[in-house]
């Protein structure tokens, strides 16, 4: 399965959680990983993605964090 990523590190909310939407919008399942360097990004991603029916994971790594949205085919 092929990881779609989205590096929306540096970016100021909301622009990360519109990255991803356009991104969840295209992607009806998969596996898709956010980069992001603040918190709040990484909480505001989760929350939208978890409101989209996509299961999350959330993991530090440097610099920030990395979320990865998973969602199986129907």
């Not at 918190?39 to 978890?50: H, I, K, M, P, Q």
């Amino acid at each position: 399965m092929n990881v779609i990523t989205i590096d929306a590190s540096g970016l100021s909310c909301p622009q990360p959680v519109m990255e991803t939407k356009k991104i969840l919008d295209k992607t009806p399942s998969g596996q898709v990983e956010v980069l992001v360097d603040t918190a709040t990004s990484r909480d505001n991603v989760g929350r939208f993605a978890e409101n989209k029916g996509w299961k999350v994971v959330k993991e530090e790594r440097p610099g920030g964090y990395r979320v990865l949205l998973e969602k199986n085919a129907p």
